[in-house]
C-alpha cells in the first residue's frame, strides 16, 4: 500500500484524470442519446449485463479471470458498453433475417459500424438461471412503446461453443402492440422441456419510427 501513499504529482494527476473520464463516461452512458432506448433487464442482455457488473469498475483488471467474455467486450469497444441501451437497427421494415446475418445475431448485424461486434464472440457469457415458464422484462427508458416483441430460444441440443444462428432459434412467443411505458413485461414465456445452456434472443420493434432492437440474453434452464 506504500506506493499509493507514496505517489508521485504526476501519478496522482493521472488517477484524477481517469477519475473523471470515468465520471463523464457514466453520464454518457445514464443520460446521453443512448438513454433514449433500452434492453432486456430480466433475463439481462449481454450488453447490459456487462455494464450492471462492471459499469462502475471496468479497469479492473480482475475482470480478465472473473468475467471473460464482458472482459473483452470492455476492451473491443468501450463505449459500446456505456451505451448497453442503444443496439439497435432502423429500417429493417419487419424483415429480421435478411437484415441480420448468422454469426452476427447479438449484434444486430455489426450494426453502428461494428460497434456491438463482441456481443457475437463465442464463449462462456454469464447466465441467468431460469424456469422453464418465466417473464421478460424489457426496459424502455423513452417510453417508445412497441409494435411487437418476439421472444425465440435456441433449440435444444444447441452447441453454445458455435455461433448463434437463425436455425438455431426457436420462435416461442410474439406479443401485439404495447403502449408507451417504462417497462414491458412479457409473461408466461414457455420454453417446453430445454434444460441446460441457451440463449433467449428477443427482437423489441419501437413504435416510435422503424427501430429494431436485438439482445441475446444467456440463460440455463
Known sequence: MSHHLHASPRRTLRTLVLLVCAA????????????????????????????????????????QQQDPMCWQAW?????????????????VAGNHQAAIPNGQLCSAGRTQDGRYRAMDAVGDWKATSLSRTFTINLL?????????????????????????SWSS?????????????????????NAGSRTGRHIVYTIWQASHLDQSYYFCSDVTF
Open 24 to 63: 463523464l463516461f457514466a453520464t454518457v452512458g445514464l443520460t446521453g442519446t443512448a438513454s433514449g432506448h433500452g434492453s432486456t433487464v430480466t433475463p439481462v442482455s449481454r450488453n447490459y449485463g456487462c455494464w450492471l457488473r462492471w459499469g462502475n469498475d471496468f479497469q479492473n483488471p480482475s475482470m
Open 169 to 189: 432459434l426457436e420462435l416461442v412467443q410474439s406479443t401485439g402492440r404495447y403502449a408507451p411505458a417504462g417497462n414491458y413485461y412479457v409473461n408466461n414465456v
Open 75 to 91: 476492451q473491443t469497444d468501450t463505449n459500446a458498453m456505456w451505451n448497453w441501451n442503444g443496439l439497435y437497427r432502423e429500417g
Open 140 to 164: 424502455d427508458q423513452a417510453r417508445h412503446g412497441a409494435d411487437y416483441i418476439r421472444v425465440y430460444i435456441t433449440r435444444q441440443g444447441y452447441n453454445a461453443g458455435t455461433p448463434l
